[in-house]
Nanobody
Framework: QVQLVESGGGLVQPGGSLTLSCVAS??????????MRWHRQAPGKERELVAS????????NYADSVKGRFTISRDNAKNTVYLRMNSLNPEDTAMYYC?????????WGQGTQVTVSS
């Protein structure tokens, strides 16, 4: 059974930083063959793709709203993907979800809440 478990969310002041982690388990295929993504969903808004990294780690993509502030990385030996978030602002407040994609499958975690507020 595939399981993605996010952690690292919380309350942070504007301008602060957080690092989210997502640990994966139960894949039929090895973790390293999955493209990993971070999505977020704010109240009343659609879920949006924040960052992604290919299985080899060679290609990353970011939403325009987080470019230069967020960094996605992965440690295939630990079956873990990270999202380092700097210069956080209140517009970054959302539930953050980890996703693993290997066509035709996509798996989701339960999410971790990030709240940016003074």
């Amino acid at each position: 059974q595939v399981q993605l478990v996010e952690s690292g969310g919380g309350l942070v002041q504007p301008g602060g930083s957080l690092t989210l982690s997502c640990v994966a388990s139960g894949f039929t295929n090895t973790f390293s063959t999955y493209t990993m993504r971070w999505h977020r969903q704010a109240p009343g808004k659609e879920r949006e793709l924040v960052a992604s990294m290919t299985s080899t780690g060679g290609t990353t993509n970011y939403a325009d709203s987080v470019k230069g502030r967020f960094t996605i990385s992965r440690d295939n030996a630990k079956n873990t993907v990270y999202l380092r978030m700097n210069s956080l602002n209140p517009e970054d407040t959302a539930m953050y979800y980890c996703a693993a994609r290997r066509v035709p499958y996509i798996y989701w975690g339960q999410g971790t809440q990030v709240t940016v507020s003074s």
